[in-house]
């Protein structure tokens, strides 16, 4: 008789839970793809503490608060790691709509992924898409502000430029104000010190050479 | 009373300057695609061939004529004979052509640079879509790069009829690279000389520190290995990289091509920047120098690229293959880790042997890895820069700092090649006495610049690329061809090669070697008429012009023919620097008629 009864419990066990039965879920464990060295064997000590993270997950779903460990059910492990299960209800005849479970899953997905040292990627739910993570936006793009940066360095390096621009001529232009204004960065140390237009000396040899320069001074006063 | 030239300060500056504007974006994305288009090693016969035959005569004889002339391009052929400013004219005209699409790609620079500060790189994921459950679909059929270049930069419409309005990011980079040109050209030599020294050293120290970086990644030696190696055709039959590619016709073709515009003849930017020399420099000695270093570091730029390729195509190829072995893994759940590239062949075989009808199911999704067909994707251009080798930079470790790196050197060779081009513009401008009388320097600069930066805006518009692709293809390469086919036989044949050697003897004291005369008088001209007379044959060959725009439903470039407008406008881009020459010609015989004071009308 309790053979029987036993018989007719794992019967219905194996009928509510096995691969693409309803409401069955798949899971995918890359335990030695996350963790290289330091992965763990998966044992059944590993598998009820996934039906425990299951059953934590639906106890936070309003009206299931009392599902127990004992209501989930895993079937068809294989070595890859994976497996499927039901979430059954408390008679254990019938299993949880899929759409329950589904999002009492995505709920909890950051915890049961940190219960096994596992991601998104390495321990995955076939069926259930997780939630990306957002991008992280600051208020500010970062490149407007590098752009910024550079922008005004560039601006007032400019503005400097054509203020000295300005001023040098103004200076050469009071020094000398019936020469040409020539737009040679050679004359004005000549022009300025001298006083003198000294045209007749430009012609090639413009290229400041300090020998020349004391030599012009000794001569213009003749 | 002749008028103070600006100088160099020294002719280190002038050689400084003449490398960082021959050494640009061309050596870095497009050298690299011939060498692997046209055999890879074998190449560089062609090459040196051309270098020898046309770069350098050519070269020399642009920086003889500015040193002699001391003017502008314009100034100068009207020296020559006044006849021909018109050839000085087209020059101005393509110079303002190429400054005013060439900034577009300093602003893209910038706007990679400043998007480098973040981690990750925008570039290396995808953005998710609405409502966060997987990658935006236009990003996940192309690549994360690719949907950064052509969503976020670009913003690119998907033909070049549907216009958009102009983008302001790109706006604001574009109006920033026109601000740090005009900050470097703003006093003329005197500025322009002191940044030439920054332009031109900066990248190579970047090219060597991306040697030495890129030949220490993982799979560097598959790309190099792969330029230097014979290829094998479809059919079996072995491509020899030394002899069969010697008799293409295109290979020489191009190797011709890539020296000519590489070394930027032809703008009057070599003519201007030899103006500001003094008449005694030896301007011999630096044609052969700029040659070399242009050619050398074209060589070394795609080592360098052709290293980043490998270490890119490896990673993606690992990838596949890493995809490969998931797939499998997942499908017949066999234990993680049991599968390895090594034993991949093995156990496929294995599966499909033992559970073929399941084998069959997958075999669909189970794509073909091949190193060698990521190796082949031959890209050049701004594709090139902006998405094959960001690809590579994510992968690297520290990649915001390779990414700074490699975006800043292309920003000091494009600002390099800029400074050039401005100076083309500029240095007419600035001897033409009656401009300079109302304006000074500084506002003619800032005139220039603001021109071309309004004109530009055009580029940062949805359709922009797809205009900058049609003044990149078009602008500059019959016109360029012409005028210096012009200058050569102005120089030689109507200034007359005797009196120009004379001017240069006593210029700077050297005598001219017969084989310049052979060149400029012979050989170089030759070789410009069978390169216009191949690329005229190839556009009438190909008939109606096309061009490659983005699909974004599909995530990849198609084909579609431009419409007549378009069509209109390249003809007037070609029409309006060649004819220039001739009509310019027209108007000095008619002024000169008519100043001849005859009473009787023109006939």
């Not at chain 1, 309803?22 to 039906?51: C, H, M, P």
């Not at chain 1, 000398?176 to 020539?182: C, G, I, K, N, R």
């Not at chain 1, 040899?205 to 003749?222: D, K, M, S």
């Not at chain 2, 074998?42 to 500015?66: C, D, K, Q, R, T």
């Amino acid at each position: 008789m309790l053979w029987l009864l036993f018989l007719l419990v794992t019967t219905s066990h194996a009928e509510l839970c096995k691969p693409d039965a309803e409401n069955a879920f798949k899971v995918r464990l890359s335990i030695k793809t996350a963790l290289g060295d330091q992965s763990y064997t998966w044992d059944t000590n590993e598998e009820y503490l996934f039906r425990a993270m299951v059953a934590f997950s639906m106890r936070k779903v309003p009206n299931r608060e009392a599902t127990e460990i004992s209501h989930v059910l895993l079937c068809n492990v294989t070595q890859r790691v994976s497996f499927w299960f039901v979430v059954t209800d408390p008679s254990k005849n019938h299993t949880l709509p899929a759409v329950e479970v589904q999002s009492a899953i995505r709920m909890n997905r950051n915890r049961i992924n940190n219960a096994f040292l596992l991601n998104d990627q390495t321990l995955e739910f076939l069926k259930i898409p997780a939630t990306l993570a957002p991008p992280t936006d600051s208020a500010v793009p970062v490149w407007i502000i590098i752009f910024g940066v550079v922008f005004c360095i560039v601006i007032v390096a400019i503005t400097l430029l054509i203020l000295s621009g300005i001023r040098q001529r103004r200076r050469k232009s009071k020094g000398l104000p019936e020469v040409e204004d020539a737009e040679d960065k050679c004359e004005t140390p000549i022009t300025v010190e001298n006083g003198i237009p000294c045209d007749p000396l430009d012609t090639k040899e413009v290229h400041l050479n300090e020998a020349f320069v004391p030599e012009g001074e000794r001569l213009t006063p003749l | 009373m002749e008028k103070a030239r600006p100088l160099w300060a020294n002719p280190l500056q002038f050689v400084f300057a003449c490398i960082s504007y021959a050494v640009g974006l061309g050596n870095v994305w497009r050298f690299p695609y011939l060498c692997q288009m046209y055999g890879g090693g074998s190449f560089l016969v062609p090459y040196i061939i051309m270098l020898i035959l046309e770069g350098m005569p050519l070269l020399y004889l642009e920086l003889a004529v500015g040193q002699r002339m001391r003017q502008g391009s314009i100034g100068a052929w009207r020296t020559i004979s006044p006849y021909l400013s018109g050839v000085g004219v087209a020059s101005v005209v393509v110079s303002f052509f190429l400054s005013m699409y060439y900034n577009v790609i300093n602003a893209w620079a910038f706007w990679y640079i400043f998007h480098s500060f973040q981690d990750p790189l925008p570039w290396s994921v995808c953005p998710l879509n609405a409502n966060r459950t997987g990658y935006n679909e236009e990003c996940e059929k192309a690549s994360s790069t690719q949907y950064f270049w052509y969503r976020k930069t670009l913003n690119i419409s998907p033909s070049i009829q549907e216009n958009g309005g102009v983008q302001w990011e790109p706006a604001l980079c574009l109006i920033l690279a026109w601000l740090v040109v005009y900050l470097c050209i703003l006093r003329g030599t005197e500025s322009t000389g002191k940044v030439v020294y920054f332009t031109a050293s900066l990248p190579y120290c970047v090219l060597i520190i991306y040697l030495v970086r890129g030949l220490t990644l993982h799979g560097a030696t598959n790309g190099l290995a792969y330029m230097f190696t014979p290829k094998v055709l479809a059919g079996g039959r072995i491509l020899t990289a030394r002899l069969e590619q010697l008799a293409n016709p295109k290979a020489w073709i191009n190797a011709a091509t890539q020296i000519f515009f590489s070394l930027g003849l032809g703008f009057g930017s070599l003519i201007a920047f030899a103006s500001y020399n003094e008449p005694s420099n030896n301007c011999q000695k630096h044609a052969i120098i700029v040659s070399l270093i242009n050619s050398a570091t074209s060589i070394f730029a795609s080592i360098v690229t052709f290293s980043i390729y490998g270490f890119k195509a490896t990673f993606n190829y690992e990838n596949c293959l890493n995809k490969v072995i998931l797939l499998l893994t997942n499908s017949f759940d066999l234990e993680d880790g049991f599968l390895t590239p090594s034993n991949l062949e093995q156990v496929k075989s294995y599966l499909a042997s033992t559970y073929p009808s399941q084998y069959g199911e997958v075999l669909p999704q189970i794509k073909n890895c091949s190193l060698e067909a990521e190796l082949d994707t031959a890209v050049q251009g701004t594709g090139l820069a902006f998405i094959v080798y960001t690809e590579a930079i994510k992968n690297m470790e520290v990649s915001q700092l390779w990414s700074v790196l490699y975006f800043f050197m292309l920003l000091m060779l494009g600002i390099g090649s800029m400074l050039g081009n401005t100076a083309a513009i500029l240095t007419p401008l600035t001897d033409s006495k009656a401009i300079t009388k109302h304006l000074p320097k500084e506002a003619i600069s800032g005139l220039v610049c603001l021109i071309s930066c309004a004109v530009g805006m055009v580029f940062t518009m949805e359709a922009g690329n797809y205009w900058f692709d049609i003044f990149n293809d078009y602008a500059a390469t019959l016109s360029l061809l012409l005028i210096v086919l012009v200058e050569t036989i102005a120089v030689c044949y109507v200034y007359g090669l005797r009196r120009f050697e004379g001017d240069l003897q006593s210029m700077t004291g050297r005598s001219l070697n017969w084989y310049w005369k052979i060149m400029w008088a012979g050989v170089s001209p030759l070789l410009i008429i069978s390169l216009l007379l191949f690329y005229l044959s190839d556009y009438i060959l190909t008939g109606t012009l096309q061009y490659q725009a983005w699909d974004a439903s599909q995530g990849q470039l198609v084909t579609k023919d431009y419409p007549v407008y378009a069509l209109v406008f390249i003809g007037l881009l070609v029409a309006s620097a060649t004819m220039c020459i001739p009509l310019a010609a027209l108007g000095t015989f008619v002024m000169r008629r008519l100043k001849r004071g005859d009473a009787a009308p023109v006939a």
